[in-house]
């Protein structure tokens, strides 16, 4: 059974941080590609950034490019999203999602998703 949960986050004032992690099992984890995507109240949920399954490739939006960063340590089957400078527009809930051998950036790329964990940033 494969499961991904994420942990680490939580309230936060802006200009705060928050490392957010995805622990994955089920699936041998270095073969996979990991993403976060995140949703905010009334909107679609919308890529975050993504980490190839080797670590090699990376890509963030770009509105958190100079903000966030993903990281995985495959010896630990976890991926991790590293979010500094939050700001009230980033409040959301977070998910991971894993690809088998690419790293999903758009919604149909992921096979396997999380339950999600909330962002909340105080104004």
């Known amino acids: 059974q494969v499961q991904l949960v994420e942990s680490g986050g939580g309230l936060v004032q802006t200009g705060g941080s928050l490392r957010l992690s995805c622990l994955v099992s089920?699936?041998?984890?270095?073969?996979?590609?990991l993403g976060w995507f995140r949703q905010a109240p009334g909107k679609e949920r919308e890529f975050v950034a993504a980490?190839?399954?080797?670590?090699?490739?990376?890509s963030h939006r770009n509105t958190v490019k100079d903000r966030f960063t993903i990281s995985r340590d495959n010896a630990k089957n976890t991926g991790y999203l590293q979010m500094n400078s939050l700001q009230p527009d980033d409040t959301a809930a977070y998910y991971c999602?894993?690809?088998?051998?690419?790293?999903?950036?758009?919604?149909?790329?992921?096979?396997?998703w999380g339950q999600g964990t909330q962002v909340t940033v105080s104004s």
């Open positions: 089920g699936v041998t984890f270095s073969k996979y590609g």
């Open positions: 999602a894993v690809s088998f051998g690419r790293a999903p950036v758009i919604e149909q790329e992921a096979g396997y």
């Open positions: 980490i190839g399954a080797s670590g090699n490739y990376k």
